[in-house]
């Protein structure tokens, strides 16, 4: 099984703070990366995609890495960006970080 | 724009079997893609469960794979998944979403989400 590590667990932040999350895989998944935003009682949105490629989502977020390291940043952290945030590998099978809150500082 | 919707019983008993069906509007689960599965117990993270292409192929996670079944009904624009042998550990919320062209891909529409308990 691919394992996936978010870091951290938790952030605390600001409005119009820059917000960087990490990802790292158990082995190597390529780019074959997703991320996704989740507020309480939602499903999941799809952020990004194949690491870095947006879904026409504010341009505020975007994604790097290949391998087994990768970011999701958020420039300029508006209210609405306060969530929960999970990145998931589709390289074999498919599995998903424990997630990471964004909360209010 | 593309809508999924699941539906089924909140409420199954353990040792049972859990179904739930996805009903997707707005695009023909016969065109192309891949249709899946995601399940998340109260409070807790994402696991993925599996999916089917509108011809019937499958594709499981491996800690699930000999409880699943996923299928498909074209006619009905439906997809279903059903989860044998149930135990409170299977208490979550069922996604349905729609993947990708791959069996493990990014999962770009989703459900609302269906809350299935299991308990007697």
């Known amino acids: 099984d691919i394992q996936m590590t978010q870091s951290p667990s938790t952030l605390s932040a600001s409005v119009g703070d820059r917000v960087t999350i990490t990802c790292r895989a158990s082995?190597?998944?390529?780019?074959?990366l997703a991320w996704y935003q989740q507020k309480p009682g939602k499903a999941p949105k799809l952020l990004i995609y194949?690491?870095s490629l947006q879904t026409g989502v504010p341009s505020r977020f975007s994604g790097s890495g290949s391998g087994t390291e990768f970011t999701l940043t958020i420039n300029s952290l508006q209210p609405d960006d306060f969530a929960t945030y999970y990145c998931?590998?589709?390289?074999?099978?498919?599995?998903f970080g424990q997630g990471t809150k964004v909360e209010i500082k | 724009q593309v809508q999924l919707q699941e539906s089924g019983p909140g409420l199954v008993k353990p040792s049972e079997t859990l179904s739930v069906t996805c009903d997707v509007s707005?695009?023909?689960?016969?065109?192309?893609?891949?249709w899946g599965w995601v399940r998340q117990p109260p409070g807790k993270g994402l696991e993925w469960i599996g999916s089917i292409y509108h011809s019937g192929s499958t594709y499981y996670n491996p800690s699930l794979k000999s409880r699943v079944t996923i299928s498909v009904d074209t006619s009905k624009n439906q997809f279903f998944l059903k989860l044998s042998s149930v135990t409170a550990a299977d208490t979550a919320f069922y996604y349905c979403?729609?993947?990708?062209?791959?069996?493990?891909?990014?999962?770009?529409?989703w459900g609302q989400g269906i809350l299935v308990t299991v308990s007697s």
């Open positions: 979403a729609r993947q990708g062209e791959s069996g493990y891909d990014r999962l770009e529409y």
């Open positions: 082995q190597n998944i390529n780019s074959w």
């Open positions: 707005g695009y023909y689960i016969s065109s192309d893609y891949c």
């Open positions: 194949k690491a």
């Open positions: 998931q590998q589709y390289n074999t099978y498919s599995t």
